[in-house]
DNA sequence: GAAATTTTGATGTACGTAAATCAGAAAATG
DNA sequence: CATTTTCTGATTTACGTACATCAAAATTTC
C-alpha cells in the first residue's frame, strides 16, 4: 500500500493538518516544523493521489484555445480536436472555450489574447503569430501567472510555457531529404508553395527546407516562393502559371497552406513529366490526392495529439507541475501512399471521449 | 456540474443503495425498478466518475507481460518502458509483472501464458509467436474471461483481444516504397535481412514489401532471404558474404533483428558503391548507423506508446469498457537523419512517472 | 390471509485528500 | 510575568463512488 498523508503525520510525529498545511502550502507552519514533514514526505515516499486530490478539491480547469479562423483544412481539423475535448471535458475536468481570430492578423490576435487574460483563465493555447506585439500579449498573460501553451506555430521570444507542435525546421529538412532523393537523377528546379511568412511555422520549414537543399542538392535551383495567402482560386492560379512558366520543374513543396489549390493546379496540369511533390498536412484533400499519386508524400502533424498534449501541459503548469519532455514531444507524421491509416484522416476525426 | 448517483436516486425515485444495486449490477432489484432507474441514468446524462469509483474500490489491476529474452535492442527497449510502467504503477493502480520467455520458442512461450493464467491476472500482454499452440494458449487465458493484448507481433486467428503495435504490412510496403524511389535509376537487386520467419511481424514487413517490389520496382530483384537468427556475428557473416557474392547490391531491407550485424558488415564493405539500407527499430545502433550515413532509414515502433497503449487497452477490457480505436493505434515512425528526434533513442528512455 | 420470500430504503463506513473551524500550546513581545 | 501573536492539534465535512448491514415494505406462495 503506498503511504498517505496519515502516514506522514504519523512519521514526522505531528498532526494531520500539519501535513496538510505542508502539502498545500498554507501559512502557519514552523520553519523546523516544514522540515520534518517534509523530510518524513521524501523518507517513505509519499506522493499525492491526484485522483483523490481532484476528487477533493472538485477542480475544474478554465482553459482558452485561441485559433485562426477561415476554411484552411488543417485549423478546422484542429478546432475539431478541441471540440472533442470539450466532449471530454467532465472526465478531464476541464471548461474549455474556443476564440477564433482571423488568420494572419496580429491585431486580432493581441485583443483575443487580451480578452482570454481578462477571464483569468487556468491557461490558455494559441496558434502563434510572430509579431512583437503578440508576444508583449503573451508576456502579459505570464505576468498575470496564467500558463500559456503556442499550438502548431510557436512564439520564440516569448515567456510562453510550452510548444506544442512539431520542430518544423527538421520537417523542412526531412521534406527536402525526401524530395532530392526521390528526384534522383532527375534534374529541374522546385517550387516551394507558402501561405504567409507571417507565421513561424512556415517560415522554419523553409529554412530546413533551403539548407538541406543547398546542402547536398544543390543541383535542383529553388523557385522564387509562391505565396498563396492560403486562398484556394489564388493559389491555383499562381501554380498553374509558375508550372506553364518552367515546365521543366522537378518538385514542388508545400509548406501547408493552400492544398487544395495545389492539388486542383496539378490536376490541370498537361505535361506528364513527373513532379514530386511533397505537402504538409493530412487532410481529406491531401489523402486523397496522395492515394491518385498527385502527392508522393504528406508530412502530418497530428491535431489530436497537439490538442491532448496542450491540455495536459495547460494543467501541469496550472498545478505547478512538472511536465515530461519525451512525454509531450509531437512527432512528425510522414505518410506516403503505402502506410496512410486506414480510418478517416485523423485531424478531421474527433477521438471520442477518454482521456488520453 | 455532472449528475452523481444521489441525482439518479432522486430522479428515478428510488434510494441510493438501490441505485448502487442497478450500477453494479448487483442481485435484488425487480425488472421494472431496475429500467426505471436506468432511464434515469439515460435521461440525466449520468456517467460514472472512474476516478472517485476506483478510489472507493481502491482497485489495482494485476498485469503480466510476457517479452522474449535475449539481447535484442528493441525487445530489451520494452522491457525497459514496461518497467517504467511499473515505477508508474501506484499511479496507475496497476501491479504489473514481466516474464521472459527464450526468443523463437513457442513452447516455452505456451508455458509462460499458462503460468500466468493461474496467477488470474486483470490482464495479459504478450509479444506472440505465431503458431496454433501458443493460439490455444491464448484462448484458454480468454476462456478464462482474462483480456489479452498481443505486443509488437500479433496473434492471427487468436481470440486477443487487441493488437498493440504497428501495421506491418504497412511499413513493409512503405519500406518498399522508399526503397524504389531512393534507388531512382541505379539498377541492381535488393537483399533482405530476417531474424525468423517464425514471428509474424517479420512475415508481414516481408510481404508487404515483396507486393510493392514486385508491384512497381520489378527492375531490382530480390536476393534470397538471409536468416540471421537475430545473431550478431552470424548476421555480420552473411551480410558480407552476400555483399561480396553480389556487388551489384543497391538496396537491403532489414526486417528488425540483426541490425547490429548488419551495421557490422557495411562498416568493413570495401565497395564505395552506394547501397540503400531500410532497417527497422529506432536502437542507439540504428541511431549512430544512420547518423553516420550507413542507414538511410529507420521504420519505427515506439515502445513506450506501445506500452502505454497495452496498459490502457487491459484496463479498459478488464472493466468492460470500450477502447477507442484511433487512440490506441501505433503510428509507424519515419526516420531520416533529418527528423531524429534529439534526445536518447525513444526505445531506451523510460518516460518519468506520469501517465499517458 | 398468514407466512415466507423478495425487494427496497436508510444508514454508515471506507477510499485519500482538501479545507475549514476552534481550542490549546508554544513562542515572541512588551 | 502577562499579553499578544504565531503555530499546532483535534475534529469535522466534503468530493463521488463502493459496499455492507439491518429494518421495513412489497410481493409471492401456500
Request: hydrophobic content about 45%; overall charge neutral.
Amino acid at each position: 500500500m503506498r503511504p498517505t498523508v496519515h502516514d506522514i503525520a504519523a512519521a514526522a510525529g505531528v498532526s494531520l493538518a500539519t501535513v496538510d498545511r505542508v502539502l498545500n502550502q498554507r501559512a502557519g507552519v514552523r520553519v523546523v516544523t516544514r522540515e520534518k514533514v517534509e523530510q518524513a514526505i521524501e523518507r517513505i515516499g509519499y506522493v499525492r493521489d491526484v485522483a483523490a486530490a481532484n476528487l477533493a478539491k472538485s477542480r475544474v480547469y478554465p482553459l482558452v484555445f485561441i485559433l485562426p479562423s477561415g476554411d484552411n483544412s488543417f485549423m478546422r481539423g484542429l478546432e475539431t480536436q478541441v471540440r472533442a475535448a470539450i466532449g471530454r471535458s467532465s472526465a478531464e475536468r476541464t471548461a474549455i472555450s474556443i476564440v477564433t481570430v482571423p488568420a494572419f492578423n496580429a491585431e486580432a490576435l493581441v485583443v483575443a489574447l487580451d480578452e482570454a487574460r481578462a477571464g483569468s483563465p487556468a491557461g490558455v493555447a494559441v496558434v502563434a503569430i510572430d509579431s512583437p506585439d503578440v508576444i508583449a500579449a503573451v508576456d502579459r498573460l505570464r505576468a498575470d501567472h496564467i500558463p500559456v501553451v503556442t499550438l502548431v506555430s510557436d512564439l520564440a521570444g516569448s515567456k510562453r510555457d510550452h510548444f506544442a507542435g512539431v520542430d518544423n525546421i527538421a520537417a523542412g529538412r526531412t521534406a527536402a531529404s525526401l524530395m532530392g532523393r526521390f528526384l534522383g537523377g532527375r534534374s529541374g528546379p522546385v517550387a516551394v508553395l507558402a501561405g504567409s511568412m507571417l507565421v513561424r511555422d512556415h517560415r522554419e520549414r523553409l529554412d530546413g527546407f533551403r539548407t538541406v537543399m543547398a546542402e547536398h542538392f544543390s543541383g535542383h535551383a529553388l523557385l522564387p516562393v509562391i505565396e498563396g495567402q492560403d486562398d484556394p482560386a489564388l493559389v491555383e492560379r499562381l501554380v498553374g502559371q509558375a508550372l506553364a512558366a518552367s515546365p521543366e520543374i522537378a518538385g514542388i513543396y508545400s509548406l501547408g497552406a493552400g492544398n487544395r489549390g495545389l492539388i486542383a493546379a496539378l490536376k490541370r496540369r498537361k505535361s506528364t513529366a513527373p513532379v514530386c511533390v511533397i505537402a504538409h498536412e493530412l487532410t481529406q484533400h491531401t489523402r486523397a490526392a496522395l492515394n491518385d499519386g498527385l502527392i508522393d508524400v504528406v508530412l502530418n502533424q497530428d491535431a489530436g495529439h497537439e490538442v491532448r498534449s496542450a491540455i495536459r501541459v495547460l494543467k501541469a503548469k496550472a498545478d505547478g507541475v512538472a511536465v515530461i519532455g519525451a512525454q509531450e514531444r509531437i512527432r512528425l507524421d510522414i505518410f506516403l501512399k503505402d502506410n496512410l491509416p486506414f480510418e478517416q484522416d485523423s485531424n478531421q476525426m474527433p477521438a471520442e471521449g477518454r482521456q488520453d
